[in-house]
T-cell receptor, first 115, second 117 residues
């Protein structure tokens, strides 16, 4: 089944404890992206990657890191999480922004709570 | 600065009625305008999208109307059904020099639609 998977789905952690949220897609998509969703603010893009080893900042990159060492995986790293990073996180992928016009397939989400 | 403004925040419609959600944008470089639908506990999914070279696009009960001069676009859901109850997001992105859409997709804040039976 073609899909975007995220792990973990739920995570409760403490301030300052480094964590990684994994994202993987099995559709051979070139483009991948991370978003956070907060009540009343909609979806805001954190980072995106046009292809392997190519990443760029979205609208809210502060406090986050990403890497794209292989096509299928795009992990989101929080080096020192803070309570304001408590949110619902979505990973998304697209075949190619050039060919697909930007249609993005979203994962099921990761609910992160930082205390 | 909010680049894509969406209204209303919430909408209640009777079954069989028409649901209308509006979005306005500021950046004239935007040239791809998708609508995403999100059910509770799920990730958003692409519903329908339009480019500014057409003024309207229809897929089943869902229609996008686009007004380039006013920098506005809207989603119309005809014969709304309880199964349409979800949160709807409009979005916009910019074209790159090589013809694709730029990776930075800007979303509106969302509209929670409830369709009453």
């Amino acid at each position: 089944e073609a899909q975007v998977t995220q792990n973990p789905r739920y995570l409760i952690t403490v301030t300052g404890k480094k964590l990684t949220v994994t994202c993987s897609q099995n559709m051979n998509h070139e483009y991948m992206s991370w978003y956070r969703q907060d009540p009343g603010l909609g979806l805001r893009q954190i980072y995106y990657s046009m292809n392997v080893e190519v990443t760029d900042k979205g609208d809210v990159p502060e406090g986050y890191k990403v890497s794209r060492k292989e096509k299928r995986n795009f992990p989101l790293i929080l080096e020192s999480p803070s309570p304001n990073q408590t949110s619902l996180y979505f990973c998304a992928s697209s075949l190619s922004t050039r060919l697909a016009g930007g249609e993005q397939y979203f994962g099921p989400g990761t609910r992160l709570t930082v205390t | 600065q909010q680049q894509v403004k969406q209204s209303p925040q919430s909408l209640i419609v009777q079954k069989g009625g028409i649901s209308i959600i509006n979005c306005a944008y500021e950046n004239t470089a935007f040239d791809y305008f998708p609508w995403y639908q999100q059910f509770p506990g799920k990730g958003p999914a692409l519903l329908i999208a339009i480019r500014p070279d057409v003024s309207e696009k229809k897929e089943g009960r869902f229609t996008i109307s686009f007004n380039k001069s006013a920098k506005q676009f809207s989603l119309h859901i005809m014969d709304s059904q309880p199964g349409d109850s979800a949160t709807y997001f409009c979005a916009a992105s910019k074209r790159t020099n090589y013809g694709g859409s730029q990776g930075n997709l800007i979303f509106g804040k969302g509209t929670k639609l409830s369709v009453k039976p």
